[in-house]
Each structure stands twice: as C-alpha cells, then as structure tokens.
C-alpha cells in the first residue's frame, strides 16, 4: 500500500499552519497567564519561543540535562534545517510541548504548568454530572458497557487545549458518531480473554469517563493498563500524578456512587489488577508503527487495546492524510492486538469511513474534519 502525505506546518494544510503559526503561540501565553509565579528568565525563554514559532524561526535543539536526549537529538538531527512552519506536524507539536517542559524546569521540580487548567475543570460542575450519570445506568453488563463506551468516545471533546472543540460538550446528535462499532466491541470487552489496555489522552473530564470504563471492566473480573504520558504535554493530557488526583477528589465527594467508585479503583491498584503504565514513549515523535518492542511486547496477547484522542489517532494513523476510505485495518496491519481507536474529530487525519461519507461532510461542514463535534469509535478485531 502506498503511504499517504504526512501532514505538514506549511500551507499545504490550513489546520496544521493555524495551529503552530496561532494556537501555540496562545496555549504559551494562556500557560503564563496561569502560572504568576513563573522566574522571569522563564518568561523571557516563553515568550522567546511564541515569537520563534509565530515568525518561522528554525527550530532549536534540545539542551542538556535531559534524560530523553537521545530520542530528541536524534529527531532533531532527522529535520536538521526545519523552521517552525516547513516541517512535520506531529514533530512540530509534540516537540514543542517538551521545550515547554524543558522551560519550567518541570524534571528538576514535577511542577506541572498545566495544573490549574486542570483544576479549573474539576472545579466544575460538567464533569461531576457526567460522572454521575456514568454511575447510575442501569441494565445488563453488556447494556451499561455498550452506554460506557459512548459517554467515553465524547469526553474526549473536552480539551483544555482547544477551546473548539469543548464548545460542543459531550451531547452529541444521532449522526455525530461517523463509525460506531460499539456492538462487536462489547462482544469482545466481554468474551475476549487477557489485559484491557486503554492508551490515555486528556485528564478532567475524559479521564472521569475513562476510570468508569475501567471500573466497570475491573468489576467484571478484567485486568486493566492504563498507559500515561510521562509528563505533562498537550495542556490536559493525562500524567500518573493526575490519576492519583483523581482517585482523590473521588473519594472527596458526598455522593456514594462517586466515592465507591474512587474506593474501588484505588483497590484494584493495590491489588494489581488496575496499573498505570507511563512511558517516554507517549511524549515522544515517535508514530505507532515504529513502536518500540517494549511498547509492542506489552500488547501481545491483550483483550483490547483502546487507543484514546486525537493525538494518539494521529500517532496510528503516522499522521498521514490517508482517503478517508482506507480501511481502518489497512492502516493498522502492524498492530499486535484488537483494537479500538476512539476519538472527537480535532484534526485532518481520519480513516475507514464508508466510502462517499468524506465528501457529503465536506458539503454540509468544511471544518467537520477540525472542530471536534464529530467523533469515531471504530474498531480492528
């Protein structure tokens, strides 16, 4: 099969030039923003990098100390030359985040920069109603997962990083979901046999729909990974720090379904049969087919692999803009387990859609592909 254009900063694609060329610059500025008690010399390096970004500088390498040296050495040598909008997308992003991190100084004092966005979220009250709702469904094991998984596929919409996105919350209309493999899926969560592994995206309100997920398999008798970025990167993504926050504020609540469910994670952590799993690898430019084996071995032989977001469809998909008719299994032929790709639409890349439906979409919405009101739960079994 012959590969498909990886996306690129330029403006050979209007989504990818907007977001380094803009939004980047103002998650920089929003981070601050939030952050007062920033050093100066860390302002001065923020604001240094917005305007490298906005203005096509060439992008710098990375400094020493740092333990992931070799991995960003040897990405950055491989677009040796690049400037910040003529280079890969998913380069260009992913890297960005970790000169952030580089910038806060975050491996010398595990002091996340985007703690009180975080905050702000569970702060709410759309995330504990949700929650709420996740925790009173009723029916069959089958019936409440089958439910599960579409309250999950749109948590995803909440994104601290793309305001977009959040606008349309997490009710969506009956044509919204473009693929919806739910059914087989359940089959498979149900009658399959080893380790559910669910591959993070954002923490907030995806991460609460998530843990319910987990829970309800945890109580079935199925053992879960939950595979974390290392630190903190894409504003919301999720960290193990965040994971323990979580259990926290659930065991917190008032209402006993809440705290139940917050006790009954915490357990299955102690007991084993819940982990957490964080690796460099998730933060990394790294596309899924070029997995490392460490990655690779640790899905053989898994019930289900559900890979979660934006970001980590477009690290399967190896960022390319594959016809959207290309199937699914096409693309995904490397991959050593089932899985489940689920995700609201933020960004161009997108596969095994039926044939026909990119362009009926692109007469009704010219920025379905971009603006997170639709979604996919679509599945390699």
Same mark, same amino acid.
């Given at each position: 099969m012959i590969k498909a254009p990886k996306i690129r900063t330029d403006t050979s694609n209007a989504f990818a030039h907007h977001t380094v060329q803009v939004r980047i610059p103002g998650i920089i500025h929003d981070t601050q923003a939030n952050n007062p008690d920033f050093t100066p010399a860390m302002n001065a390096a923020l604001d240094e990098l917005a305007e490298e970004m906005t203005n096509d500088a060439l992008i710098r390498p990375i400094v020493l100390p740092a333990p992931d040296w070799e991995h960003w050495h040897a990405v950055n040598q491989a677009h040796a030359g690049d400037t910040w909008l003529h280079t890969d997308w998913f380069y260009a992003e992913v890297y960005f985040y970790r000169l952030l991190i580089q910038i806060v100084r975050w491996w010398e004092t595990g002091r996340d920069p985007f703690l009180p966005k975080k905050k702000e979220e569970y702060a709410g009250t759309r995330v504990w109603e949700l929650l709420a709702q996740s925790q009173a469904l009723e029916g069959s094991h089958e019936d409440k997962l089958y439910d599960l998984l579409s309250l999950v596929v749109w948590g995803n919409r909440i994104d601290l990083s793309f305001a977009a996105s959040m606008e349309h919350g997490h009710t969506a209309d009956a044509d919204d979901l473009l693929v919806d493999d739910r059914e087989k899926v359940v089959k498979q969560l149900v009658s399959g046999s080893g380790t559910v592994h669910l591959i993070a995206d954002n923490a907030g309100t995806e991460l609460a729909m998530d843990c319910a997920l987990i829970a309800a398999l945890l109580d079935a008798g199925v053992e879960v990974m939950l595979h974390l970025k290392l630190h903190p990167t894409f504003v919301s993504d999720a960290t193990v720090p965040d994971l323990w926050t979580f259990i926290d504020l659930l065991e917190a609540r008032r209402e006993t379904a809440i705290q139940s469910l917050g006790q009954r994670l915490r357990a299955h952590v102690e007991t084993g049969r819940l982990r957490f799993a964080p690796d460099a690898y998730w933060n990394s430019a790294i596309a899924l087919p $070029?997995? +490392?084996? =460490? #990655?690779?071995?640790?899905?053989? *032989?898994? =019930? !289900?692999? #559900?890979?979660? *977001?934006?970001?980590n469809y477009r690290r399967m998909v190896s960022d390319r803009l594959w016809p959207a008719d290309t199937p699914l299994a $096409?693309?995904? $032929?490397?991959? +050593?387990? +089932? !899985? !489940?790709?689920m995700r609201a639409l933020k960004s161009d890349p997108i596969v095994g859609l039926p044939a026909g439906m990119a362009q009926k979409l692109d007469q009704i919405d010219s920025q379905w592909r971009v603006n997170g009101k639709r979604g996919v739960l679509q599945a390699r079994l």
């Open positions: $070029d997995m +490392p084996q =460490r #990655i690779a071995q640790v899905f053989e *032989g898994a =019930r !289900l692999v #559900i890979i979660k *977001g934006d970001a $096409d693309v995904v $032929d490397y991959f +050593p387990a +089932p !899985l !489940l790709a």
